[in-house]
């Protein structure tokens, strides 16, 4: 009897021994070690090649899900990834275009005039929306477009950012605020023609708003077919969206996505109304298959990288995969600069953060270099040292890739003597924090947003800072806790910013300017209210020529870096990753695949 | 009978009723996030979020919100609109279910073909070598997260990232499969890692169930009136063992359909209703949690008055007034 109870026991643990190192095969290192050299070895492609071959279809996971298909809802890079397929914009980015947006549905350059205070479209009028509606687009369905984003069942979240100071904007969302169903008339924005849309501002901000026209918003939208959705609340146009891009997303003949469901999937098909004669993309895939719900991202970054016909969408391969994709796969790998920086603010109304010297010990005192290895190293991006991100306009102003000088910004792996000196000439004598207040850290509570919160909670705390570390969702951390003063959270350690488009302005405007703070849905999170910086950011929004802008935003950088509101810690790649038969292009603007330029080598 | 049914449709219907409201209290008492300031985005204006909370209804105190939504529960049958993807929930919800009933309902047939055999076995033959075996295994596979397992069974068995014998398809081919044929192949591995640890358990079960009836005066009667061996285990030892067996298959699969099978669905990329469950808890989606959350309850209610009148059948000593 005994010797069959260990038989059986035995049986059990060669089962469980074969398990387990089935397990363990699956990933040979789950460390966070730093991995690759960086952007130079894995350089992205922005243009396609001249054999590339059209038909196929390309298949893209990803983990999640667009914001909005409704383009005056999106506001999402994995979005605009879709849209910039499906909707033309007034003015767009080819992939190898990262300072000015071209002419798109725009008939050539628009014109800027009355000292940067009206600016003018020439509208393409023979290209054609997709199914039901087949007619050509003219002005007044842009001006109908911008319009209807201030119905809050659309609700463009940068609508004011860009378009707050055309004219009659404030009439209209007076309108809006009486009858939250009808579409306002911005007196602003006049079409004397089908082919002809003017916009008109009380200021000299024409280029930015231009610049702005790139986004989903500068795309057109016919009234008298979304009428009927806008009427609703919230909008429904998202679920019958028509196309004026080489694609469209499946639908039936009254207009109703048949394509789209929610987390699932997305069916991308060609528009056959599309004239590419009109258009500077090439659409080489014939069908585009976006599946979602691919939440274990390892498994799914192995999938595309020994697959084939795929891309990943929205999400970064885990470190792991990176790594091994690094050395394995070094060509089914690109890192794409995102635009965009990561930093851990430290509110600077809440004491000890409202003394300057505190603030710079913490930076000086922060090991950044660990912070980006919970994300994978090196390979993520370049450790920031201020916050303009490269490729942005004020970048190198602000003193480029090895940042303003700054003493307590120097070392990226930390410097506890600095740090003590710091907090010795804000009085602590000990060189560390000697008061009793218990700083509210509110973090994510899960993923590598959690590890990053943990190294951050590791570096107050060698500082002497007692901290209530509380990890929530992403999404709570945000609108419940960073983005609402009232909530007194002292450091938020998973917060960053991206660029709208390349513009110093749409980075730091929102984030350091004391006149943005707000009660809620705040995102100077640091609270920086200083005048100085507060003046020079209304001066250089002003600010026409590019050179000169990039000269304004960048010096504004150095003053906010002076300040010590935040502690930089990355700006970001996106490693996009594809199957070996891929011939993936990447869009430099939006910084992941360009669906209309990637194509396939055997479709 | 029929007043018992009815009864327990009454209870049933209140039931729903107070998970909404409990749900409806959650959301509003824990932190989640602002549906209102999601909505809006990141540069939205307070104002804009408000004019956005206004239209959501969500500037109304708790008790007229719940009120309008049991309103339109009731009387058009509506639960609402996604705050996040503009959608009707229950298209939503419908939309999801036929994956989760293809994973629920294949997966039982499975741990129920596996797991009541390997019981009986082991129960008929109590410390044999085959008992042994089984119960270690089946501990083995208790204790085996399913997490864990979807992913071993993945990497060894899967057609795009497997290295062992790569024969299933992989992960997300459900998203893929366009036949019946198709989607069942394509659910043959996350039928067989969900049943593994309930057919252990279900044996388990079975085993200790069918042992205790077995000892019964009753078997022993049979087996005195000469009644063949096979006759009184499947006529009077399985008929009483049975009972419990079905309890608990009912409440398996109110839950699975219900969203428990949220893991199998995240490793093997099933849109199903778990997962339409977790990214709607992430992204407070009241609407979405509260249709689920309804919907998950109405099938754990149905399934259990289910199971209540099968004892009667299954069972002649059960009899309900």
């Known amino acids: ?603 | 009978m029929r007043r018992y049914i009815a009864r327990r449709i009454l209870w049933g219907i209140a039931l729903l009723f107070i998970t909404s409201a409990v749900v409806f209290v959650i959301f509003f008492v824990f932190p989640t996030a602002d549906p209102a300031a999601l909505r809006a985005g990141r540069s939205a204006t307070p104002e804009q979020i408000e004019l956005i909370r206004k239209s959501l209804g969500l500037d109304q105190p708790i008790y007229v919100q719940f009120w309008y939504f049991m309103r339109d529960l009731v009387l058009h049958l509506d639960l609402g609109y996604s705050y996040q993807s503009n959608i009707d929930v229950s298209t939503l919800i419908i939309d999801r279910l036929p994956a989760t009933i293809w994973l629920v309902t294949g997966a039982s047939i499975l741990w129920l073909a596996i797991g009541i055999p390997v019981g009986i076995i082991a129960a008929l033959r109590p410390r044999s070598f085959l008992d042994r075996v089984t119960m270690v295994t089946t501990l083995t596979l208790i204790s085996a997260p399913v997490f864990w397992l979807g992913l071993v069974a993945l990497y060894l068995f899967s057609d795009d990232v497997g290295s062992l014998l790569p024969i299933f398809p992989g992960i997300g081919s459900y998203l893929d499969a366009t036949t019946p044929l198709e989607k069942a192949g394509s659910m043959l591995l996350p039928w067989i890692v969900l049943a593994s640890a309930s057919a252990a358990i279900y044996a388990r079960y079975m085993r200790s169930s069918l042992m205790d009836s077995m000892s019964e005066d009753y078997i022993r009667t049979a087996r005195a009136k000469g009644l063949p061996e096979k006759t009184v285990v499947r006529r009077h030892g399985m008929r009483s063992a049975i009972t419990p067996i079905v309890t608990l298959l009912g409440l398996d699969i109110g839950t699975l359909l219900a969203g428990n099978a949220i893991l199998t669905e995240t490793v093997f990329n099933i849109p199903g209703v778990g997962r339409l469950l977790a990214s709607s808890i992430e992204r407070s989606d009241l609407p979405v949690i509260q249709g689920l959350v309804l919907f998950g309850a109405f099938f754990i209610i149905v399934f259990n008055l289910i199971v209540d009148i099968a004892y009667a059948y299954l069972d002649p000593r059960v009899r309900y007034q």
């Open chain 1, 1 to 603: 009897m005994q010797t069959q109870w260990r038989a059986a026991a035995l049986l059990s643990c060669l089962v469980c021994l074969v398990l387990g190192l089935a397990a363990c095969g699956s990933s040979s290192d789950s460390g966070s070690k730093e991995t690759g050299t960086g952007q130079n070895d894995f350089p992205p492609v922005n243009t396609a090649p001249d054999n590339s071959k059209k038909g196929g279809t390309l298949t893209v996971l990803a983990a999640g899900d667009v914001d909005y298909l409704d383009p005056g809802a999106g506001y999402y890079q994995f979005t605009y990834m879709v849209d910039f397929a499906v909707e033309r914009t007034l003015v767009g980015w080819p992939p190898d275009e990262i300072d000015t947006p071209q002419p798109d549905l725009a008939d050539g350059e628009p014109v800027v005039s009355d000292g940067g205070k009206t600016l003018t479209f020439k509208i393409k009028t023979d290209v054609k929306y997709s199914p039901p509606v087949n007619r050509a687009i003219k002005s007044a369905d842009f001006k109908y477009a911008i319009e209807r984003g201030l119905l809050p069942g659309v609700a463009t979240g940068y609508l004011e950012s860009y378009f707050g100071d055309l004219i009659g904007f404030g009439d209209a969302q007076a309108a809006v605020r009486k009858d939250r169903s009808s579409v306002p008339d911005i007196s602003g924005i006049t079409t004397p023609d089908d082919a002809t849309l003017v916009l008109k501002f009380t200021k000299p901000v024409a280029a930015t708003a231009l610049q702005a026209l790139s986004l989903p918003i500068g795309s057109p939208v016919p009234e008298e077919y979304a009428k009927q959705f806008d009427s609703q609340s919230p909008s429904t146009y998202g679920q019958n969206l028509v196309a004026t891009g080489p694609y469209m997303i499946e639908n039936n003949s009254a207009g109703k996505l048949t394509g789209y469901t929610p987390g699932k999937q997305i069916k991308l098909i060609r528009n056959p109304n599309w004239d590419a004669s009109t258009d500077y993309r090439p659409a080489y895939v014939d069908k585009i298959d976006i599946q979602e719900g691919f939440s274990d991202t390892s498994s799914a970054s192995r999938k595309i990288l020994t697959g084939s016909d795929q891309v990943n969408g929205d999400f970064p391969p885990d470190p792991p995969v990176l790594k091994e994709a690094t050395t394995q796969t070094p060509d089914q790998l690109m890192l794409a600069p995102q635009g965009g920086s990561r930093y851990i603010s430290l509110n600077t109304t809440i004491p000890p953060f409202d003394d300057i010297n505190v603030r710079k010990a913490v930076i000086a005192g922060s090991d950044r270099d660990a912070l980006r290895l919970t994300r994978g190293g090196a390979i993520v991006g370049p450790i920031a040292s201020h916050y303009i991100p490269p490729a942005v306009p004020g970048f190198e102003e602000a003193g480029g890739a090895v940042g303003p000088g700054y003493d307590f910004l120097a070392n990226p792996k930390g410097d506890m003597a600095l740090a003590a000196k710091y907090m010795k000439k804000a009085g602590y004598k000990s060189g560390k924090y000697e008061g009793n207040q218990t700083l509210l850290m509110v973090g994510d509570d899960s993923g590598v947003g959690r590890k990053t919160a943990e190294v951050a909670l590791n570096s107050f705390e060698k500082l002497g800072f007692k901290v209530n570390f509380r990890p929530v969702t992403h999404d709570t951390m945000y609108t419940r806790f960073c983005n609402v003063p009232k909530s007194k959270t002292a450091i938020c350690p998973n917060v960053g910013w991206i660029k709208d488009f390349n513009d110093g302005q749409t980075i730091l405007d929102p984030t350091f300017n004391g006149q943005a703070i707000q009660p809620v849905n705040n995102s100077n999170w640091p609270e920086l209210n200083d005048p100085k910086i507060n003046s020079a950011i209304d001066k250089a929004r002003l600010i026409s020529d590019p050179n000169e802008r990039a000269k304004a935003w960048g010096e504004i950088d150095r003053q906010i870096s002076a300040q010590a509101p935040a502690i930089p810690w990355v700006w970001d790649y996106f490693p996009v990753i594809m199957s070996t038969d891929v011939v993936g292009v990447v869009n430099a603007f939006n910084g992941n695949i360009d669906l209309s330029y990637t194509s396939l080598k055997n479709p």
